[in-house]
Structures are given as C-alpha cells and as structure tokens.
C-alpha cells in the first residue's frame, strides 16, 4: 500500500570517531543535503524537510531529532569515513519508524554489500546526480510512480538486489546549448536554498573557518562560508588517479549564468563570502574558468573561491583565469616528492617538477594551497617515502603550503587500487604493465574472500594489507613518516592533519 510522505530528514553524517580531516573540517557546509532538499520542496511543496550536517551537530542532537520529528524517510549522505555513524543513524531512523536511504560514494561503491548485511538500510541510492533519483523515490513511496522507474536506486526483491540503471536526470530537465563546453546538464539541478539547513549551523560553520582560516583574510571581512558545485568530473576520466574513488568524473557542467546565480543567491541568504567550489578538479577545464570570469556580473562584489586543481594542469594561464574569477586558495593533491611515485599513483604527466612548478605560480600569484600527500603507493620504498618527506619540507620552508595534510593510502572500493585487491589478477597485470613489484602473493590471492562480501571495512587494516602487498615501506613507517610531516607543519605555524589516519597513530603532537 502506498504511504503518503509527509516529513524527511537528511543527514550528512559526520566523520567517525577515529578520523580526522582538515579539507573540509566542519568549516564549509555539506552542499549534498541541502541540494537534495531542495528539490524536494521544490516537486512536493507539502513535504516538511530538514537537512542536517553530523559534521556540526552532534550525534545525540541528531539522534534526539529523529525521535522528535519522526520522518517518514531518513536520507543519509555517507562516505567510507562516516560509515559507522551512518548505520548508528540508520537505527536510529528504524526505531523511529522511518523508511531509510543511503546515498553518496561509498554507498554506492558498496550498495549490495550494505544491502545484504543491513537491516536497518532500506535502499541505496548510486547516483551521482542524486536530486531527482530521490524526487522520484517519493513518488514511488506516495504511489505516484513504480518502485523500478527511480533512477539508480537499489533494493532488496524476492529474486535478489534490484538495480534499477536509468539515467539520473530527466532528458526535459537538461537545457540546450551551454556554448562550447556542450549543454548545460548541471542547470537541471537548481540553486540551493539554503534556509533548509538550520541557521545555527551556518553560524558555526562561519566561527570554524574564522578559528582556522581567519589568518588568511587579514583586513578583510568574512561574512559567511558556504560549498557550491556547478561542474563535476575531471580531465582524468579515462585514466583517474589510482586511488580516487568518484563514482562518476565525466566532465559536466552548469552554465556561467547559474554559476552566478548560485553566489548571488548565497550571498543573499546567508551572507557568503567565501565559495568552495566542489568541482573535482576545476582546472580540468579552464574554457569554463574563462567563460565565468567573463561572465561575471559587475554587481556581484568580490567572493572568493576555493577550488579543487591539480599540478599537471597548473600554467600561467590557469593561474591568471583563476585571480580573474577569485580564486584565493586551491586544494591541490601533490600526492608525493617522489616523480617515481607520482607517475604511478597519477600517470605521466605528473613529476616532482610540475608539483614544484605550480606550487610556485601559485605562490607568485598570492595564492594559498592545501596540499595533500598520500603514502604507500604501489613500489612506495624508503628513498621515495623520504623523498616526500623531504618534498613536504621544502613546501613549508618555502611557505607554500596554507595547509598541509598526509596519511597512508586507503584503497577504496570504488578506485583502482580497490579493484586491483578485488581482482587479483588485475593487480598482477597493472604490476606487470607498470614496473612495481607485488610482494606477498598470497595475501594478495585472499583479499576478494576477506572484503568481497563485507559492507564494513576497518581503515587500518586494510591499509596495513595493502601496505604488505604493494609497498616496500612498511605501514608503521608510513605513520611516522606522516608523524614526520605533520610535527614539522605544526612546528612551523602550518595547518595540517590527515583525512584517514587516527588521532591515536598520530600520538597528541
């Protein structure tokens, strides 16, 4: 029978306990949950719905919210780094009576998995685009729609896991034209109303950046700090990084005219100031960087972006577009001080030279970088592993770095390196294609028995695998060489941390 759905709650939830991150550490909002309320509101005006970020509010906050306001679906924005707070929450909605849905990368890198092994999860959804897959999901529950036309949603059937594999945005949703960058598919996905997340939060989001960041705005007012993302994909989308797990990194974006829409519409309703544009590597495309810079209305004062951007892409050019439209601080992944490392983690066009080379530009630019730095590739040894080490130096010393974080390499399921401990002989090919060496076969040969089947993966030890299988340099150098790095930062007045490594490992410099 269908059910009418009257209340929904989405929640990004936080980083577990045991992880630390400084790329987005509670100071820029989660977008994802706001964005998907949006549409909401927007195709059933009678839904009452709130967005939550388990980055800001606390768990038992959250916890009490579900059992206060009763949602008929509990929406869960989940990454491999909030797992276990999801399936609290998960519970947490099941107790309370509501219908749950999980959604984002992880989700959807590990949907069957979950499935199979979480009652309290209802469905999964794998979009990358995920407004309109949720929009439609009401329906389904309303009786508006069949359960099968959602888009990129899994649930459990009598014969098994559905997957329902339907394009994520409706074909009348997507505009024509968009000029040289091809249509506009992103405009299919209006501008945020960010009212739908608590006012509260936005002011805590405003205090974590100016305790953090509040140094790199000397003489300037920071009036409010807000995510956008109107492009998504990058320019690796055939031969991504080993070790990037983005679902989807086909190159899409939105038309200049929306991207302004958007900041004017967060400059009105929350006072942004400061943009970080979650594009996944925006010098992917510098012909979009132009064609916002041109399209930048008079009126529109002065925000200020931080952008993904990556090395290999860094040219005079790109730097000169990105002080035209704003840009006063790039998150760049250096990965390693090691040109070895680099070619093999990245590709060929990555060195020690061109993370030096664009660090500099950015530098003579004025413009700040978040570096990050990702040990224990596959063939990571001592001399390349101090390479980094040396590398992360040199990048303080020369005061390159407005943040810098490190950590050993996480083989996620939904990148290369996850599929190579998947596929056994996927690795052996890579090795034999690439030049490193697999060191412990069998350890290799056990991996799909010890993970295929489990929706619960502990970041230790599956580093620590991966670690005896690829790397030379064993796991516990790895956390002190990220020890390494991380004191002589700290001792220097630099920002760090690191996105998967515990508190614990890192001791209490």
């Known amino acids: ?49 709130i967005a939550l970020d388990g980055q800001i509010t606390p768990m038992n906050e959250i916890e009490q919210l579900i059992r206060d306001f009763e949602p008929d679906v509990l929406g869960i924005d989940v990454l491999a780094t909030s797992y276990r707070n999801t399936l609290r929450l998960a519970e947490a909605g099941k107790n309370a ?60 059937t009598s014969d098994g896991i559905a997957h329902n594999r339907l394009p994520e ?20 996905i209006p501008v945020p109303d960010r009212s739908l997340m608590l006012d509260s939060n936005w002011a805590q989001y405003l205090r974590n950046y100016l305790d953090r960041y509040g140094g790199m705005h000397t003489g300037e007012e920071v009036t409010g700090v807000t995510t956008m993302n ?36 967060a400059q009105e309703q929350i006072a942004a100031s400061i943009f970080y544009e979650a594009f996944d590597s925006m010098s992917s495309s510098p012909r979009w960087v132009s064609s916002l810079a041109d399209a930048k209305p008079d009126d529109i004062g002065d925000p200020k972006f931080f952008v993904y951007t990556q090395a290999a892409e860094t040219a005079p050019r790109l730097v000169s577009l990105y002080q035209q439209l704003g840009v006063y601080r790039v998150n760049m992944g250096l990965e390693s001080g090691d040109t070895r490392m680099l070619k093999l983690l990245k590709g060929p066009r990555d060195s020690l030279e061109n993370n030096q080379r664009a660090c500099r530009l950015f530098k003579e630019a004025g413009i700040l970088i978040h570096g990050s730095l990702v040990l ?26 407005a943040s810098l974080e490190a950590g050993p390499l996480y083989p996620d399921f939904g990148a290369l390196t996850g599929r190579w401990l998947m596929n056994p002989n996927l690795a052996r090919e890579a090795a034999k294609e690439k030049g490193f060496e697999i060191l412990d076969e069998g350890l290799l040969d056990s991996m799909p028995s010890k993970y295929g089947s489990t929706d619960f993966v502990d970041f230790d030890e599956i580093s620590q695998d991966w670690c005896k299988i690829f790397s030379h340099a064993s796991w516990e150098d790895q956390i002190a060489a990220t020890h390494t790095i991380r004191s002589y930062a700290e001792r220097c007045g630099t920002n760090t941390g690191s996105g998967r490594v515990t508190h614990t490992q890192l001791g209490s410099s």
Request: glycine share 8%; proline share 4%; net charge negative.
């Open 169 to 188: 945005i409706p074909v009348d949703r997507i505009k024509s034209g968009g000029g040289a960058l091809g249509s506009a598919v992103l405009d299919a």
């Open 230 to 265: 109107r492009a998504r994909g990058c320019a690796r989308v055939k031969a991504p990084c080993h070790f990037c797990g983005i679902m989807d990194l086909s190159l899409r974006f939105s038309s200049p005219e929306m991207f302004w829409d958007d900041v004017r519409a």
């Open 97 to 156: 009576g509501a219908i749950t849905i999980l959604g984002n990368d992880h989700a959807a890198a590990m949907a069957r998995q979950i499935l199979q092994h979480r009652d309290a999860v209802d469905y999964v959804c794998a979009a990358d685009v995920g407004e309109f897959a949720l929009s439609a999901f009401v329906s389904a529950l309303n009786g508006e729609l069949a359960l099968r036309a959602v888009p990129e949603l899994l649930y459990r």
């Open 1 to 49: 029978m269908p059910m009418k759905v009257q209340r929904v709650l989405l929640v990004n939830a936080g980083n577990d306990s045991d992880v630390s991150s400084i790329a987005n550490d509670g100071t820029f909002p989660a977008l994802g949950v706001v964005s998907l309320a949006t549409v909401l509101r927007r195709d059933h005006p009678f839904l009452e719905v």
């Open 376 to 401: 224990g590739g596959p063939g990571e040894n001592y001399e390349s592993l101090q390479n980094t080490i040396d590398f992360s130096r040199w990048l303080i010393d020369n005061e390159m770095m």
